[in-house]
């Protein structure tokens, strides 16, 4: 997957280039000072941006992992996030590095089942 911030939003593409613009320009115009990081997940990536609301917006890292992620959570400067590749990863925000990557308990029932 690619990605890139222009001046407009910032653009996902797969590896056929088809683009998708988030909200991205929407949050530009609130001007929250109060946001210092996007954290966001797209199927197999885990995205950071800092400088949200400034003329040089960047992404900080992505993190590939084996499949889609969900259950974001941040706590004392890390991202903790699980994959549907049986893992639990933690990420340090300002290393850039993943952490860990815990094996999830395998047989263990959903606690909401759809």
């Known amino acids: 997957m690619n990605s890139r911030i222009e001046k ?16 991205y320009n929407i949050l530009k115009k609130k001007k929250e000072e109060s946001i210092k990081l996007l954290i966001f997940f797209i199927l197999f990536q885990i995205f ?13 890292w992505t993190i590939q992992t084996g499949d889609e992620v969900g259950g974001l959570c941040i706590w004392d400067g890390k991202v903790y996030f699980g994959s549907d590749d049986g893992k639990l990863y933690c990420v340090k925000i300002e290393s850039k590095k993943k952490g860990m990557a815990f094996p999830s308990i395998s047989g263990m029932d959903t606690m909401i089942d759809e």
């Open 48 to 60: 950071i941006i800092s400088g949200l609301y400034s003329k040089t917006p960047k992404i900080l």
């Open 8 to 23: 407009e939003g910032i653009y996902f593409g797969s590896e056929q280039w088809k683009q998708v613009q988030l909200w």
